[in-house]
């Protein structure tokens, strides 16, 4: 599905979206399907909700900060092994691994074993407040020295008061499925996990990203060094045309095209042709996407995903340092 604004999402024909009407599969909202090896679906005008979470306000009611986002056409790009999983709510959420564990990834199971008692804390250049233009993001800088000791105390407190619960639930031998339940989600785990390359590329492309969680960052940056080393060539792909390559949406084209013309030899600059805010604005891009535009023809640096082996410690380190603050029981 190839969206108005540039996006595109690869999804089955009995997906659900919020369209404008509510949520409906694809094939119920826009009768979807594929003949021929092409996409045939009814012509009209249809819009998905995209780009945002609701807002709660202070009296308890909510605002959607979604926008609706008009279709532009469907594209088949073949078949894709897929599996849609609904199941009615709520649920606990320290069972909600137990369902990532069907779809090629293993986690470090607290019901079979003794979880370790490691738990993670930013540091104070990482500990930020929360961003005001995202929902899901950290404001730029750090708080002071002061207010970071304080949070660290705070911190301090609950995990010491978990894992000393955590270790008497399971000395008095109370279901170790049980005991893990009020342990922190700053607790560490292990994951195994079995991705092809496609995948793995498109997961990095995410996860690299400065719009990521700085913490998956990371492991993103560290393991797309593993692609690096193992698999040269593709990683070099990706780099070119994912991680410094862009998409542009119908508004940026026209907005370029403006300023650009095609002529017989290549490309050439039109005489004297400049936008401002303004001119951005009157071809129908918002602030944001103004800003976006602005930041996509910035000059970037590649960046360069090297592993410092160095710095690495090897698996067995680590094996016995999580080994080591798993609680000790007598049975």
């Given at each position: 599905m190839v969206l108005e604004d540039g996006k595109s999402i690869e999804a089955t024909s009995d997906?659900?979206?919020?369209?404008?009407?509510?949520?409906?599969?694809?094939?119920?909202?826009?009768?979807?399907?594929?003949?021929?090896?092409?996409a045939v679906w009814r012509q009209g005008d249809y819009?998905?909700?995209?780009?945002?979470?609701?807002?709660?306000?202070?009296?308890?009611?909510?605002?959607?900060?979604?926008?609706?986002?008009?279709?532009?056409?469907?594209?088949?790009?073949?078949?894709?092994?897929?599996?849609?999983?609904?199941?009615?709510?709520?649920?606990?959420?320290?069972?909600?691994?137990?369902?990532?564990?069907?779809?090629?990834?293993?986690?470090?199971?607290?019901?079979?074993?003794?979880?370790?008692?490691?738990?993670?804390?930013?540091?104070?250049?990482?500990?930020?407040?929360?961003?005001?233009?995202?929902?899901?993001g950290r404001a730029p800088g750090s708080v002071s020295p002061e207010f970071y000791r304080e949070a660290m105390r705070r911190w301090d407190e609950v995990r010491t008061r978990a894992a000393g619960d955590y270790g008497w639930l399971v000395g008095e031998n109370v279901a170790r499925e049980l005991a893990r339940i009020d342990l922190p989600l700053s607790t560490y785990t292990q994951w195994y996990w079995k991705i092809d390359l496609h995948n793995l590329l498109h997961f990095l492309t995410l996860r690299v990203d400065d719009h990521a969680q700085w913490e998956i960052q990371e492991y993103g940056r560290v393991i797309a060094g593993m692609v690096k080393r193992v698999a040269p060539l593709s990683y070099e792909a990706w780099v070119d045309y994912q991680v410094m390559g862009d998409k542009l949406s119908h508004g940026e084209i026209r907005a370029l095209s403006r300023l650009v013309a095609v002529d017989g030899d290549g490309l050439a600059a039109r005489d004297g042709s400049s936008l401002s805010n303004a001119g951005l604005a009157g071809l129908g891009l918002s602030g944001r996407e103004i800003r976006e535009l602005k930041a996509k023809l910035e000059p970037r640096e590649v960046p360069d995903y090297d592993l410092d082996l160095a710095t690495m410690r090897v698996p067995e380190d680590v094996a016995s340092e999580m080994l080591a603050a798993v609680p000790e029981v007598d049975r």
């Open positions: 997906h659900r979206f919020r369209f404008a009407g509510g949520w409906r599969t694809l094939r119920d909202e826009t009768g979807l399907r594929e003949t021929g090896g092409c819009f998905v909700h995209v780009n945002g979470a609701a807002e709660k306000l202070d009296w308890g009611q909510v605002r959607d900060k979604t926008k609706l986002v008009r279709v532009a056409r469907f594209e088949y790009v073949g078949e894709r092994e897929t599996y849609d999983l609904e199941v009615e709510g709520p649920h606990h959420n320290f069972v909600a691994n137990g369902i990532i564990t069907h779809n090629s990834v293993n986690e470090y199971s607290g019901r079979y074993s003794l979880m370790p008692l490691l738990f993670y804390s930013p540091e104070q250049d990482q500990f930020s407040l929360q961003s005001a233009v995202s929902n899901q």
